[in-house]
């Protein structure tokens, strides 16, 4: 099978929260989840509940800080639920999650910790005015 991720994973166990607005009954859901990997385009979580494939959700993935007693760094993220699959032995949801959107300075910030914590992303400088951003 080919691998159609544009960015690796990583093996981040992270908490995450998930809101989302349930088909059925229109009421928001809160669920808290830990990721299992982690990617600049998406992730990997495991739920104690299911979430509908192609479900868009806003998240606050924690990432602990890189120093004893620091805040962890909250980011804000607009994801969709490529897949959910029930993980028998573990009586858990395992969800794809694949990011739709961030702010600038939250992608950054997960970049730093990723290529701090498993030196995978190479620092980019912030764009000069006028300068296109990579993604």
Sequence with gaps: MMERRFHPRYPARWRVTLYCQC???RQQ???DGITSDVSLGG??????HHLCAAREVDLILSIPSLHAGGAPHRLA???RASHTVLVGELDVFRIGMQFLHMREADRQCLRHHLNVRF???ALTPPAQHGEPRSA
């Design 77 to 79: 993220i607009r994801a």
């Design 119 to 121: 030196g995978c992303y």
């Design 43 to 48: 992730m990997c979580v495991y739920c104690d």
């Design 23 to 25: 088909q059925w009954d």
């Design 29 to 31: 859901k809160i669920f």
